[in-house]
């Protein structure tokens, strides 16, 4: 009996000592999963930020890169802040140093400006005159730079308050705008020797932004705002439309990948002002709430790089903030770039290496008194 006992008791022993070493085994499998199952973390970017100009500025830039990764940037700059009296601005990298010019004084111009650069880098602008203090309809119009002069053409002398320019593979200039007193959305075209204008949608009440891209056939694909979030196709005969989000008032941004699939940044400004991702999957639209943090966002705009990974940037209006979001392919990184005084616009560009070009205004004292054109990119140490 007392043998058994301690048979008993031995393999006990044994059974117990295992306990331990299986734990230990335990655990390193546990660690080894989540160690390769775990999205790494992204590495906070380091920000260069640069005020270009110091003057009061006013809604709106948008940032293009040349071949070489030298950033352009349109935008509007006011004469009188108390009149709301501003000039369209152009402010340029040469590789050395930043040159800005005056592109339009006549009148009140420069509002929602919109910049797309040709095969030789040269810019051309889309941007709105005000009707109010110029004392009848509003324009649109539209600036090219041909390497020693700016010219200048008024494309609409009834129109509404924003547009969006893109520039095909022969250099011709594409625009997309609202007519004046809710008579639509209109697309332009230059045809060598005139502008071609059509109707894309005239129903309702074109709201906030108008964004613009060409496919690989040089075919335009129009985002808008009626009545809830629109997409606008040109087949090649018609105009397709869809509907992406319903309701609400949205600003958008819109990029092409490499299927010519659509990908949309937006944010409902008359709802919670979170932002988000919409892209076009081949079948159906796929709709993500990116952040959900921050509220009130108002401008974003989006970019794809050259693995069709989107990324945007977006400022929100309730802690006037600025925000980068990316993402890898397997998660979203979203980092802040300017923590305070950022006003409503902001627009983004990708280089050669995917690193994100950002422009932005600020608006230091709040109100209709705003601050500068800021420049920000990431800086490679």
């Known amino acids: 009996m007392l043998k058994t006992k301690l048979r008993a008791r031995g393999y006990l022993n044994k059974r117990l000592l295992w306990i331990p070493v299986l734990s230990i085994i335990l655990v ?31 809604e709106g830039s948008s940032i293009a890169l040349d071949s070489s990764n030298n950033p352009q940037i349109s935008y509007c700059g006011f004469v009188n802040d108390i009149n709301e009296r501003c000039n369209l601005k152009c402010a340029r990298w040469n590789g050395s140093g930043w040159s800005i010019q005056t592109v339009d004084s006549f009148g009140n111009n420069g509002f929602y400006s919109s910049i797309a650069l040709d095969s030789h880098g040269y810019p051309h602008i889309s941007y709105y005159t005000d009707a109010y203090y110029n004392g009848s309809s509003g324009h649109i119009k539209y600036a090219a730079w041909n390497g020693s002069a700016w010219n200048i053409q008024t494309i609409d002398d009834n129109a509404g308050d924003g547009s969006s320019i893109a520039v095909d593979s022969a250099n011709n200039p594409h625009i997309i705008y609202d007519g004046f007193n809710n008579s639509g959305l209109r697309y332009a075209k230059w045809a060598g020797s005139n502008w071609l204008v059509q109707a894309v949608d005239s129903a309702g009440f074109i709201e906030g932004d108008k964004c613009l891209a060409l496919d690989s056939n040089s075919n335009p694909r129009v985002v808008y705002n009626n009545d809830g979030l629109k997409y606008a196709k040109w087949n090649g005969s018609d105009w397709v439309i869809q509907s992406v989000l319903s309701g609400g008032a949205f600003r958008s941004s819109v990029a092409l990948d490499s299927k010519d699939y659509p990908h949309i940044s937006c944010t409902n400004f008359w709802a919670d002002g979170y932002l988000n991702y919409a892209h076009w999957t081949g079948t159906t639209w796929s709709i993500q709430t990116i952040d959900s943090t921050n509220k009130n966002g108002g401008g974003n705009s989006i970019a794809l790089d050259s693995n069709d990974n989107p990324h945007m940037s977006c400022s929100y209006s309730a802690n006037n903030i600025l925000n980068y979001a990316k993402w890898s392919g397997s998660a979203w990184s979203i980092q802040t770039v300017n923590s305070s005084d950022v006003w409503t616009h902001t627009s983004i560009a990708l280089d050669d290496n995917n690193n994100p070009h950002i422009s932005y205004c600020t608006n230091p004292s709040g109100g209709f008194i705003r601050g500068g054109l800021n420049y920000a990119t990431v800086a490679i140490s």
């Open 28 to 58: 390193f499998i546990l660690l080894t999963v989540v160690f390769f199952s775990a999205t790494p973390s992204e590495t906070p970017l380091k920000w260069n930020v640069q005020i270009l100009d110091s003057a009061n500025i006013g």
